[in-house]
């Protein structure tokens, strides 16, 4: 099969292609120009540095394809911003790009099979934190970030096409080797200090990126899975204490300086660090949108109709996950 992965270069996109290929699939990955490709060395795959931005030049482009090469039999849009100086960007992105690459792969005579977007479970804001109950597929989507909204627009696009049976998939917390938002928590960790935001303990739930890959393929390649949208995590809920600590053991750390920031004084951060990376045009980590994720409590999501469907047991347990991208950090230098 012919699948195109959009931000192939990225972190998730990386694992997605290395699964696509020992698959056995033709893999054309989706880069910018002056991408790092330093993750996509395999000489099997192919190459588009996709106009997304300019719906003209990505039919041309789709159209050159098809008529050099043949249809695409998937496509798998992984390629979206997570944070940015202006918010705008989010929809320019996240939703924009994601409607001009549906329309363009119809009017360029792409007859997929099946389009999966990569969501998150951001789309549907925060869960409930008085029972923990967790969030589920028939709950009203009210995002309450700028990434979230752009994401749940992309969605309603993919939901209001009728051009081709689609997958969508709303992941929780992504971790791997590559990672660097979770690196920054290891990172803490090794040098001896660990503060969490908020007096309440956050549940947290979380996907091992390979996991994500092998089960992104799989719901791609079932004939029976169209038209649908699942979470994707693991089955396990931590809280960030117990997160931490097991993060602790395996670097076995004796002893790390523990913290809870009260939630005011974190805001406070974030609207500072917004502010400079406004000023500097840098995507800063810590942003108003990144509050609204470390305040909210509730990240646990029924991934009952994932592991119903395709029958999904994940090879990762978090234990095991952290294992292995703890000891990749190590070997290339990260820690």
């Known amino acids: 099969m012919r699948i195109l992965i959009t931000g192939a270069s990225g972190f998730i996109g990386g694992f997605l292609v290395k699964e696509a290929l020992n698959r056995g699939h033709e893999v054309w990955a989706g880069v910018r120009k002056g991408s790092n490709r330093s993750n996509l060395k395999d000489e099997r795959i192919c190459f588009l540095d996709l106009a997304y931005d300019d719906f003209s030049v990505l039919k041309k482009q789709l159209v050159d394809v098809k008529d050099r090469y043949g249809l695409f039999d998937f496509v798998l849009h992984n390629a979206g911003l997570t944070k940015t100086s202006d918010k705008k960007n989010f929809y320019r992105v996240n939703a924009g790009y994601t409607q001009n690459l549906l329309e363009a792969l119809y009017a360029s005579g792409h007859a997929l099979r099946k389009f999966l977007l990569m969501s998150s479970l951001s789309s549907y804001g925060k869960g409930d934190e ?28 993919v939901r209001s096409q009728s051009y081709f049976p689609y997958v969508i998939f709303r992941p929780t917390g992504v971790y791997g080797p590559g990672d660097k938002d979770y690196y920054m928590e290891v990172k ?89 990376g406004r000023l500097t045009g840098k995507s800063m980590t810590l942003n108003t949108d990144k509050y609204i994720i470390l305040k909210q409590r509730n990240w646990i999501c029924d991934v009952t109709p994932l592991q119903d469907d395709l029958s999904f047991v994940p090879e990762y347990p978090l234990r095991k996950g952290l294992e292995e991208v703890i000891d990749w950090y190590q070997k290339e230098g990260w820690l």
Do not use: H
Not at 269 to 274: F, G, K, R
């Open 130 to 157: 008085k029972t923990f109950r967790p969030i589920r597929l028939d709950d009203p989507q009210r995002p309450d970030t700028a990434y979230g909204k752009s994401k749940l627009e992309a969605e309603n696009m």
């Open 188 to 276: 803490s960790i090794q040098s001896g200090v660990d503060f969490a935001a908020g007096r309440i303990p956050q549940r947290i739930t979380f996907i091992y990126v390979k996991d994500l890959a092998r089960v992104a393929l799989m719901a791609l390649e079932k004939e029976t899975i169209r038209n649908k949208a699942y979470f994707v995590a693991d089955g396990d809920v931590y809280t960030d204490v117990s997160f931490a600590r097991m993060i602790q053991e395996v670097l076995k750390k004796k002893f790390v300086l523990r913290g809870r920031i009260p939630l005011p004084f974190v805001y406070l951060a974030c609207v500072c660090s917004e502010w400079i």
